[in-house]
């Protein structure tokens, strides 16, 4: 008798880190366990995109949160308020730090849809969103280097705007 067991595939198994992540920030140690996945993820094991090493914003954050640490770091953690311009603390965007290099490593299989669009101040960016879990990895194309911008679950008017976007950019 022959058993056919299709193996899960990696952008399969994607959950939230945390089963809870308060809206007022991580505790302890799950900053800790962030800042250990962002660490490895971009320093120890950096992402590379055509060996080409994707960096991030090395600049130290002021943020209460994450003083101290790298702005690609807050980046990646906060949402930008449409109404105040500040950075707040988002949870969901942050219980997903380590899909990032999953997405960016399977960006060749075909639930990962890419496009680029030019940045409002003349960058290029790319574009990596797991349309079926509703999340993009932006990287920023910085004269011959990529810098990762950030990464977050996509909303409606996101969503939106992303079909139009990758529909426009494989015309």
């Given at each position: 008798m022959r058993m056919n067991f299709e193996e899960e595939h990696e952008l399969d198994l994607v959950e939230?880190?945390?089963?809870?992540?308060?809206?007022?920030?991580?505790?302890k140690e799950q900053m800790y366990t962030l800042y250990g996945i962002f660490k490895k993820d971009m320093i120890e094991e950096p992402i590379f995109i055509n060996l080409v090493q994707v960096g991030y914003n090395s600049k130290k954050s002021k943020h209460p949160l994450f003083r101290g640490k790298p702005e690609g770091f807050e980046h990646i953690c906060t949402r930008e308020s449409k109404h105040s311009g500040k950075r707040h603390f988002d949870p969901e965007r942050t219980n997903k730090i380590h899909?990032?290099?999953t997405v960016i490593n399977h960006r060749q299989d075909p639930r990962v849809k890419y496009f680029e669009r030019i940045h409002y101040k003349g960058q290029n960016q790319q574009y990596y969103w797991l349309k079926d879990k509703d999340y993009v990895v932006i990287i920023r194309e910085i004269t011959v280097k990529l810098q990762l911008v950030t990464a977050f679950k996509?909303?409606?008017l996101n969503r939106n705007n992303?079909?139009?976007?990758?529909?426009?950019?494989?015309?």
């Amino acid at each position: 008798m022959r058993m056919n067991f299709e193996e899960e595939h990696e952008l399969d198994l994607v959950e939230d880190l945390f089963d809870y992540l308060d809206i007022d920030g991580p505790d302890k140690e799950q900053m800790y366990t962030l800042y250990g996945i962002f660490k490895k993820d971009m320093i120890e094991e950096p992402i590379f995109i055509n060996l080409v090493q994707v960096g991030y914003n090395s600049k130290k954050s002021k943020h209460p949160l994450f003083r101290g640490k790298p702005e690609g770091f807050e980046h990646i953690c906060t949402r930008e308020s449409k109404h105040s311009g500040k950075r707040h603390f988002d949870p969901e965007r942050t219980n997903k730090i380590h899909w990032i290099k999953t997405v960016i490593n399977h960006r060749q299989d075909p639930r990962v849809k890419y496009f680029e669009r030019i940045h409002y101040k003349g960058q290029n960016q790319q574009y990596y969103w797991l349309k079926d879990k509703d999340y993009v990895v932006i990287i920023r194309e910085i004269t011959v280097k990529l810098q990762l911008v950030t990464a977050f679950k996509v909303d409606e008017l996101n969503r939106n705007n992303f079909k139009r976007w990758y529909e426009d950019y494989h015309k």
